[in-house]
């Protein structure tokens, strides 16, 4: 008789059944990469998670404005529409045509982030919303191709971009954020004062990452 079979009681012999410890031990080994994928996504970089991401998530959702109440024009005078950009990321920043150094420091941040997105860079729109018509030195207009720079009306630009509680949306207090608008065309983030280009840029990765749109 086989050392590895064994006799019932009626006599005949019967293997013993095998161990499924193995299989558990290779099925739970296959499991684990996808599991914490899961656990990663869902606890540190799912929008908007408490503690995770540096700006501040703008809550309730503000959709971007129809043209026609949100009025932009590009420097030769054209309408611009910013909801054309649907289906991409959109950072968003406003300042006066002039564009001292921090507007400068803005468009400088906005412009590497998009830069260092590699694959992703496609997925990257850059706005600025110019507040006055004070006319943009041609210096800062080659410094930042690739930005829409278009002029709007502060009030208008003020009923959309959201500030912090208590401030009064002034051409002054909307030059300090830096925003995020998501692919489907709603404000999502709104980055502190002085922003920390690598943790706004950590954001941004992590949001893209993260996403299947856009």
Not at 161 to 175: H, I, K, M, W, Y
Request: aromatic share 6%; glycine share 8%; with cysteine.
């Amino acid at each position: 008789m086989s050392e590895s079979s064994v006799r019932n009681a009626s006599g005949a012999a019967v293997r013993p059944r095998r161990s499924l410890f193995a299989l558990y031990a290779v099925l739970a080994i296959c499991a684990a990469p996808v599991l914490v994928a899961a656990l990663v996504y869902f606890l540190e970089w799912r929008p908007g998670s408490a503690g995770t991401n540096y700006g501040d998530l703008v809550e309730p959702q503000r959709p971007v404005p129809p043209a026609e109440q949100l009025r932009l024009t590009d420097l030769d005078g054209s309408p611009f529409d910013l909801g054309s950009l649907n289906g991409k990321w959109v950072m968003v920043a406003a300042h006066g045509g002039d564009c001292g150094d921090e507007c400068a420091k803005k468009l400088y941040i906005m412009r590497q982030t998009h830069a260092s997105t590699g694959k992703n860079v496609g997925r990257i729109e850059r706005v600025w919303l110019i507040l006055d018509d004070e006319p943009v030195p041609t210096m800062v207009i080659r410094a930042y191709e690739g930005t829409h720079m278009v002029r709007a009306r502060a009030e208008q630009v003020g009923r959309f971009l959201a500030l912090p509680p208590g401030v009064d949306a002034t051409p002054a207090a909307l030059s300090q954020h830096i925003w995020l608008i998501d692919p489907r065309n709603n404000l999502m983030l709104r980055f502190p004062e002085n922003p920390d280009p690598l943790r706004l840029r950590d954001d941004i990765g992590k949001l893209l990452h993260a996403s299947r749109i856009g």
